[in-house]
């Protein structure tokens, strides 16, 4: 008996990697920030678990493989909301945004067949590329430009007769970075020069804290061509509902999609519920949101570009910094704050950045920030890092000499 | 621009496909009997809600991927007591039982590789297979022998050096057949001779009329090579919640489905909690539930058996009977009832079979019902499918003669 090779490749998940050791660190009594993991901190909508207690029913019964047709009607609403136009058919609710990918993926490209996406990128499209067996091709992106797109050269000189799709998120995960009209132009442009699906990954368009976010279904010229991911996990603070929409103004491709969603009947009832009811959240939800995490983006950037030897640029959106630290490892680093360092009892976790890449080598001496904390926390957090890197640093030097 | 092999070779879902010739009925104002999908309809155990109303906290955040540790141990206790060990740590809970199965079928197969599978089996798995490029290979059963398996040389001589599992129903979908002690012993044998994977399908547990549920699980013998696929969706009545588990006792091959459990974050937060209240329902439910499918198994077997031309043995379990029908194409009578026919305003609906098979022709004169309705409406699709029947071949009759 051997397991194939799709899943043993598959490495495990950096942003949880660490995990063990933070859990030992709490056993101990000391108190941890986690600057590492996506998972904002403002409260779910009440409206949620009010619409989750509307299930009136005897039965329990599947819900229909698309979705209710009331949460496609919500979502549909909202987007109309935000001039993308979008038809309750168009939509699919999915299982968090990680169904939307994983249908995405499966239905565009069989096995051997590749994906081009700007690097450093969220982790779960390796994992999931990976399990389909789907190679994906990192166009490599800097610090230093704030991770903003090479010229269309980069782009093209990686597209083989293999290639189907482009795969980009904006807002960026793990670098929080928003693309400009530009950049979005060329993506379109190189799209439909070689024929390619653009699967887009707007999971944080509700946090752009310059100027306005552009949806890719804004283009109408790409419409025939565009897998839209989202879900409600980042914008509700709901993660752990798991709904998740995957558009498509394709019905050829709409077809597809719609035969995968039967493989699995159904999403769960329940949270589809409760996912209705957050239509009557306050028209002020998100832009008090928005303004919160805008604080905490300043704060952050400002307390990270205080401590000598960080190097980080101010990320348009999402919530997310990617920083380069005075460390030749941060994964060792990261251990270490969690096993070794602490201040007044608390210590910091934080995201080794390598597992954002696939390139080897890249992004060693990077971590991903996750600033879903209150102000003050984050402040200590910060003075936190600040404090570890030196200790780290002299530790070294002292070890070394 | 092309989609993948793999999506547009997923054939449409056969339960559900003739779905918009029921929808069209309806609005005419006709009533359906729907004996064509397993959505039980005995009433989902009122702990659910309750156990929905618990969850506590100011946000929904993500459930570990394993799921939450107390639905493990509520799992892990459940099969205690039916004699199967299994350790929290040895269970995952997934997004129903199709996920249990996706990340089964990850985990043993590669693109290319093969499961032996006793023909007719439950349609997801080849939706499933096909989806990850992994070959299904039928070994036939027939309605004269009740769908029980046949000999050891069948299966054997269908193996190949890509075959890496068997991939098992018990109770049976579409079958409602229980393999005996007999049988289990040979489908152990066969996977120890050539080292096979053994997957087995094991949510209609609670749904044996004749003697006892036996679990793969009891043969401690297969521990390193099983992966138990279950469900809350049937023995609670719970279809819409997509509770599943995926249990293994091998640790190497538990390492990767926490992986790919990973990939996708989390199940559902509201679906867990309502699941864990189950574990309060009184312990007599089960036995009610049994019993009330078993009075229904008894009135259906009954009532076919008494229609001219028609054949079907009485099934062991779950709540599915396959019969074979006086007609030459299924699915074009199971269409008619939906178009042309009613007695008294109502018709039946019936899944037609041969989505159920995947050898060419084959099923093409039988279907599933699965009897899921009350007493009195089966006595009544019961009588309306006896009528259907006599007018569609007099009708045929007439038009051919």
Redesign the interface.
């Known amino acids: 008996?051997r397991?194939?090779?799709?899943?043993?490749t598959?490495?495990?998940?950096p942003i949880?990697k660490l995990t063990p050791l933070a859990d030992k660190a709490k056993k101990t009594g000391r108190r941890i920030y986690h600057l590492n993991i996506g998972?904002?901190?403002?409260?779910?909508p009440e409206g949620?678990?009010k619409g989750?207690?509307n299930?009136r029913g005897?039965?329990?019964?599947?819900?229909p493989?698309p979705g209710l047709p009331e949460l496609l009607q919500v979502f549909s609403d909202y987007y109309r909301q935000r001039e993308i136009p979008l038809a309750p058919e168009e939509l699919l609710v999915t299982?968090?945004g990680?169904?939307a990918l994983?249908f995405s993926f499966?239905?565009?490209?069989?096995?051997g067949?590749e994906m081009l996406v700007p690097e450093p990128f969220y982790t779960?499209y390796y994992?999931?590329a990976r399990?389909?067996?789907i190679k994906l091709c990192p166009v490599p992106t800097f610090v230093e430009d704030g991770f903003h797109l090479p010229a269309w050269g980069e782009f093209e000189r990686r597209i083989t007769p293999r290639t189907?799709a482009l795969l980009v998120t904006n807002p960026g995960n793990p670098t929080g970075t928003v693309y400009t009209r530009e950049e979005m132009n060329m993506l379109g442009e190189l799209a439909k020069k070689f024929?390619?699906?653009l699967i887009a990954d707007e999971v944080y368009r509700e946090f752009v804290y310059e100027g306005e976010h552009k949806s890719f279904l804004e283009y109408s010229t790409l419409w025939?061509?565009i897998l839209l991911v989202d879900s409600i996990s980042k914008r509700f603070?709901?993660?752990?509902?798991?709904?998740g929409s995957l558009a498509c103004k394709n019905p050829?491709?709409r077809k597809?999609l719609h035969?995968?969603a039967?493989?699995?009947?159904?999403?769960?009832?329940?949270?589809q519920m409760?996912a209705i009811a957050l239509a009557e959240t306050p028209s002020d939800y998100f832009q008090r949101a928005n303004l919160e995490y805008k604080r905490r983006r300043d704060i952050t950037v400002a307390g990270l570009q205080s401590i000598p030897g960080v190097y980080c640029r101010r990320p348009e959106g999402a919530f997310y910094i990617l920083a380069r630290l005075p460390v030749v490892d941060a994964e060792d680093f990261a251990a270490w704050l969690l096993q070794d360092f602490y201040l007044d009892g608390a210590t910091v976790m934080l995201a080794p950045a390598n597992g954002f890449y696939l390139t080897p080598g890249k992004g060693k001496d990077e971590v991903r920030i996750a600033y879903v904390l209150k102000e003050e926390d984050l402040v200590d957090a910060l003075a936190i890092l600040k404090e570890g890197l030196r200790v780290y640093n002299n530790r070294s030097t002292a070890s070394s000499g």
Chains 1, 2 share one sequence.
């Open positions: 008996m397991l194939s090779q799709r899943v043993l598959v490495p495990e998940s949880r998972q904002p901190d403002l409260p779910t949620f678990l989750v207690k299930f005897e039965v329990l019964s599947y819900c493989s299982n968090g990680s169904e994983l499966m239905a565009v490209c069989d096995p067949d779960s994992l999931i399990a389909l067996g189907r024929n390619l699906f025939d061509r603070s709901a993660c752990g509902a798991r709904i050829i491709i597809q035969k995968l039967e493989t699995r009947l159904a999403v769960a009832m329940m949270e409760g």
